[in-house]
């Protein structure tokens, strides 16, 4: 997006005062005189002056003008920054920095490892259009704390969702989030004690073992296979580490793709229940789907498994909301967790999501980007292949792949098989 005329102004007094053509206490260019200057109307060089006021640059005396309130930084500290003295501090590289490698702003920078899908794949005008909806509803949609599982409508709506999955939930049994990733924290914050073991799958999403860390609990490894994770090591690490928590994407495995299969499914339940462990099945990327898998909370009836997801992946990173979805017991206790750590739910982005999920923005969407995922992946194994890159396995959907290569890294446990990761949602390109 280009710079208004606004932004124009703004840049022209930040400068002034940045190169000391302006100090501290001095009276600010006339509103006449700035917009002859710059050319521009006096109505922008009002709308300019007021959000230099909110920014703490200038302030307004009514009745005198606008005066410098902002100090420009010590010549010796801004010589320092241009001369870039000050390089940013090396880091470990692990969950965290990978984390802070994709948020990383940057135009035109493809960031293939990051997870999620371009903005220009994301229904935006439904998005606006929600907005412009919400902007129309009761003050108490915009001004008040929603209700503390969530807000009604969606939990109802989910159920409906769920249920297609084979999976039966009362909306007492439903609590939103903010994000997926805010779910599995509640989770762990309700369930964990220090030192307490969580199995996860090898490999697995990153921020799985970072989740596990900040609760100061242990993380043991699973190897991952087409069908699920190995049983055979899922049942000595249960016997010998005794662990709280299993994490785990049942369908469209991140990142390899791998979807869950019923044997498996069954057999890993059975093991949970000889050994109390709890399972915690992270669903985010479900409606990437075409046709569901086996899930293990649809088998399990949520007794020992916790479901969680969110809309962050197929709808927007902005408008953030997650669910949880348990047994009425843990959801209630969890909801108190929640309000212990954030008080209430935000009211608008659960508004936004029900709104495009119930007038169909949502459905024709995703029929959308589950066409494009499907060509791109087309395209990226082709590539793949041509560098003697071969597919682990053929996802039933979704934006991850996981390749055979001839040599390469062993992601987390030893000994074990050499893969190497590779995305193929940016318009079909792929990274090794």
Not at 6 to 29: C, K, S, W
Not at 153 to 175: E, M, P, V, W, Y
Not at 261 to 282: F, G, N, Q, R
Not at 387 to 393: D, I, T, Y
Request: some cysteine.
């Amino acid at each position: 997006m280009g710079r208004t005329l606004v932004d124009t102004v703004m840049a022209d007094i930040h400068a002034r005062v940045d190169g000391r053509l302006l100090l501290a206490g001095a009276r600010a260019p006339s509103l006449r005189a700035t917009a002859k200057r710059l050319g521009v109307s006096k109505s922008t060089v009002v709308e300019a002056y007021d959000r230099l006021v909110a920014e703490g640059v200038l302030a307004a005396r009514p009745g005198s003008g606008f005066y410098v309130a902002k100090r420009a930084a010590p010549l010796a500290l801004r010589g320092a920054a241009l001369a870039g003295a000050e390089p940013p501090p090396d880091r470990a590289v692990d969950p965290l920095w990978l984390m802070r490698q994709a948020l990383e702003p940057g135009e035109g920078v493809l960031k293939p490892g990051c997870g999620w899908l371009p903005a220009d794949w994301m229904p935006e005008p439904a998005i606006r259009r929600a907005f412009r909806a919400l902007a129309r509803a009761p003050s108490s949609a915009l001004l008040d704390y929603d209700n503390p599982l969530g807000y009604p409508a969606l939990r109802r709506h989910l159920c409906d969702r769920f249920a297609a999955r084979g999976i039966t939930a009362a909306s007492d049994q439903i609590l939103l989030a903010d994000s997926g990733s805010q779910a599995i924290d509640l989770v762990c914050r309700y369930f964990l004690e220090p030192g307490d073991v969580v199995l996860l799958d090898d490999p697995c999403y990153y921020n799985f073992k970072a989740v596990v860390a900040a609760h100061r609990a242990r993380a043991v490894p699973v190897p991952y296979t087409p069908a699920g994770p190995d049983l055979a090591v899922f049942a000595h690490a249960a016997a010998a580490h005794r662990p709280r928590l299993y994490i785990t994407n049942a369908a469209l495995h991140n990142p390899t793709g791998a979807s869950l299969t019923a044997p498996v499914a069954h057999k890993l339940l059975t093991l949970a229940a000889a050994h109390d462990i709890l399972i915690v099945e992270d669903d985010i990327f479900s409606d990437f789907e075409v046709d569901p898998s086996p899930r293990l909370a649809a088998f399990d009836g949520l007794e020992r498994v916790i479901h969680i997801g969110s809309f962050s992946k197929t709808l927007s990173a902005a408008v953030r909301c997650g669910y949880i979805v348990g047994r009425t017991d843990w959801i209630q206790a969890i909801a108190d967790v929640k309000l212990a750590t954030a008080f209430g739910n935000a009211t608008t982005n659960p508004r936004i999501v029900h709104q495009l999920l119930t007038d169909g923005s949502y459905r024709r969407h995703m029929e959308g980007v589950r066409g494009r995922l499907a060509g791109a992946m087309g395209r990226t194994v082709r590539r793949l292949e041509a560098l003697g890159l071969k597919p682990w396995v053929e996802p039933r959907g979704g934006m991850f792949l996981w390749g055979r290569c001839r040599r390469g890294y062993r992601p987390w446990l030893s000994p074990g098989p050499r893969w190497t990761r590779a995305w193929c949602w940016r318009r079909g390109t792929s990274s090794a």
